[in-house]
């Protein structure tokens, strides 16, 4: 069931468009009137044609200090349970007067206590929609919400990131509080990680929303741009951040930067823009994942660019690929392999220099040449095939996210590494880019008139994500007490023994019956490990960037008896694993963890794929000891660890465990600076393009 709306809209002549999958036909509102719901006059508003919050650089004693706030505001905050009991004690009370209640009338109540809640923040207001957003999940759902969720719920409403543990339904919470929001009128995008998510949570909520008479959308890769401004213009639109941000860029570029009402109005009257934008404003966000997509992301700027004609020199790769080859590490170039950088050393490029004498062409100019040599050690070195990128079936060069798993279609690297990876692998080169714009996800998200987050790993990060997002972190607890189990680390010395531990342990589980989930971080070992488990007659199920056909399939079945399923981090997050017949008296789900990431929050994503909602299951991290962490990041206690496991033949389990979080300590604070460069290049590029008079 889809409700029309009648809300006027700000593009001239604009009429509704039609909600992917929904027969309604919304349209965009005035900032007038979503203003009156979600800004206060201390909300500045950016002077855009669509709402938006003001994007304001903060300087580094005021982050400071909204550090310390932030600090001081979370130790002070009431417990949670408060809230919880007070609204189990109404779902109870209440039960029989909302059961008696038609469903027009539900939906009618929960409009006007919606609109009532946002516009004034009344608690009393806010608790009367989440009892009647209850009730309309019950109905519509058949799944009547824990109070737990309903807290959550109006954490996300409030504004704020709801921190709940894996397996506490994070995917309902969010549909509870979208629900709720966008009753009130509001244009609500529901973010997360994957497209694969986007798109199967959408269609798990899609009978909530229909019964509130809501409009629901989904925006993935590949659609095309009626089809994204159609889901967008529905009253609730699930998408991935990456797709999002760019679906803005376009906007920007294609109205020229920054632009008012009135300018956008001239210049569709002048032919100047002949199609409105694809997004209608940024309102209101739930970011799904939120530690993933507002940190671990947010170290490299999403750039929007076109192809540009044929790359430059590139008939001069294949000799820098070459010339690469017999320089000496260490003596002639030094590696950094956690920021993935090369740096010629004076000794480096005394030799490059006396090898290219004659050369001609880009080898002639100093910078040139440095950046050639560079570009092709970090092709050779630091970025490795099954592991930072595939080749695909058409011989092309794809990217995949290592916080994911993922392939990201149609990215690149920029400055010609991509170029020189295809060159190494010798595929067709792709066409050089230029770039149209750029911007990060900390000036993006923070442009939303308000924003809120889920996730089940936030409490380490919550300083950065009060400075920089305006979002305070709360803790709720789980609706059951935890029943998983966690069994002790197996170390390795090295690799290979690493994985016929695993194999073996996979093997004698399988054997009994229980269902087993295996984590790699690349997928070179997640083919790696499938090998041996072939070798070993181990049935078995493999997902990663190469083998994502029938996920979802596979993913339903990981948790039967006697399934194993090898996955990367695309079975980290989101992944909901139902139990079989009989596999809680196995001892539920039994996940392995075969290399620790530098996240220490990606680890706990991956062990909370077991023991969800009271349910039993067992997990246990089988690593080796030359593992790209400690190499990466283990710094001298690694190195010490080395040398006395050569002296002594083992390394005691407590020292590495010490070494581990040692080096994922390390690895968070490089990529913290990293965030806050990238925070400060691209506020500084801003500027710049302020001059100019085309801002973003």
């Not at 062409?361 to 040449?369: D, E, L």
């Not at 997990?619 to 283990?634: M, S």
Request: charged share 25%; net charge neutral; aromatic share 6%.
């Amino acid at each position: 069931m889809c409700a029309s709306s009648t809300r006027p809209s700000p593009w001239p002549g604009a009429g509704g468009a039609p909600c992917g999958g929904c027969s309604c036909r919304t349209s965009t509102p005035e900032r007038s009137a979503v203003s009156t719901v979600l800004t206060t006059p201390a909300l500045p508003l950016a002077r855009t044609a669509f709402p938006e919050r003001e994007d304001k650089a903060v300087h580094l004693a005021d982050q400071w200090a909204l550090g310390v706030l932030a600090d001081t505001r979370r130790g002070l905050a009431p417990s949670p349970a408060r809230e919880i009991a007070e609204l189990g004690r109404l779902m109870a009370q209440r039960a029989e007067e909302l059961a008696a209640l038609d469903d027009t009338t539900v939906v009618a109540r929960l409009r006007a206590a919606a609109t009532t809640a946002l516009q004034g923040g009344h608690r009393a207001a806010l608790h009367e929609a989440l009892l009647l957003v209850a009730e309309a999940a019950g109905r519509a759902l058949g799944m009547r919400p824990y109070p737990t969720q309903l807290v959550g719920a109006a954490t996300l409403v409030r504004g704020r990131l709801a921190e709940m543990q894996t397996g506490e339904g994070k995917t309902l919470t969010a549909g509870l509080a979208a629900c709720l929001v966008a009753s009130a009128g509001v244009p609500v995008h529901v973010v997360t990680v994957n497209d694969y998510l986007a798109e199967r949570d959408a269609e798990k909520q899609a009978p909530l929303f229909g019964f509130a008479g809501l409009s629901v959308g989904v925006v993935i890769h590949g659609k095309a741009p009626e089809e994204k401004r159609a889901a967008y213009a529905c009253d609730i639109a699930y998408c991935t951040g990456k797709e999002m941000v760019f679906d803005y860029l376009r906007d920007r570029v294609a109205q020229g930067g920054r632009a008012s009402v009135a300018q956008l109005r001239g210049r569709q009257l002048f032919g100047a823009l002949p199609t409105p934008p694809v997004l209608r404003g940024l309102h209101y966000a739930i970011v799904d994942e939120a530690d993933s997509i507002l940190i671990d992301e947010a170290r490299t700027p999403l750039i929007l660019a076109v192809k540009a004609g044929p790359v430059d020199n590139a008939d001069e790769l294949p000799r820098a690929l070459s010339l690469a080859t017999t320089l000496v590490p260490d003596d002639d170039y030094l590696i950094d392999e956690s920021r993935r950088d090369v740096r010629l050393t004076r000794a480096g490029r005394d030799k490059v220099t006396a090898a290219t004498t004659g050369w001609g062409g880009p080898w002639r100019a100093f910078h040139v040449r440095e950046h050639l040599m560079t570009q092709a050690l970090r092709a050779q070195r630091l970025f490795l095939r099954d592991q930072h990128y595939l080749i695909d079936s058409e011989g092309a060069v794809q990217i995949i996210d290592e916080y994911t798993g993922r392939v990201l279609p149609g990215r690149t690297w920029e400055q010609g590494l991509h170029q020189m990876i295809e060159c190494k692998e010798g595929v067709t080169l792709s066409e050089r880019t230029q770039t149209l714009a750029r911007i990060t996800y900390q000036r993006f998200f923070a442009r939303y008139l308000r924003l809120s987050g889920m996730s089940g790993t936030a409490r380490e990060m919550a300083r950065e994500l009060s400075v920089v997002y305006r979002l305070d972190t709360v803790t709720l607890p789980t609706h059951r007490p935890s029943a998983r189990r966690y069994l002790p680390d197996v170390v390795c010395r090295d690799r290979d023994e690493k994985w016929q531990t695993v194999a073996e342990e996979v093997a004698r589980r399988q054997a009994r019956g229980q269902p087993v989930l295996i984590g790699t971080r690349s997928v070179e070992a997640s083919e790696a490990l499938s090998e041996r488990l072939h070798a070993m007659g181990v049935p078995h199920a493999v997902i990663n960037a190469r083998q994502d056909a029938g996920e979802a399939d596979v993913v339903a079945q990981a948790g039967q008896r006697g399934a194993v399923t090898v996955a990367t981090n695309m079975a980290g997050r989101g992944t909901d694993i139902s139990l079989g017949e009989g596999v809680e008296a196995l001892g539920g789900l039994f996940v392995v963890l075969t290399e620790y990431h530098e996240s220490p929050r990606i680890d706990r994503q991956l062990l909370g794929r077991c023991a969800r909602q009271g349910q039993p299951g067992e997990c246990v991290a089988i690593t080796a000891i030359d593992d790209d962490l400690y190499t990466q990041h283990g710094g001298v206690s690694y190195r010490a660890l080395v040398r006395w496991q050569q002296l002594q033949g083992t390394v005691p389990a407590v020292w590495m465990s010490a070494c581990r979080r040692a080096a994922q300590a390390r690895a968070e604070r490089m990529h913290a600076r990293t965030r806050r460069d990238t925070l400060r290049q691209d506020r500084e590029l801003e500027q710049s393009m302020g001059f100019s008079g085309d801002p973003l």
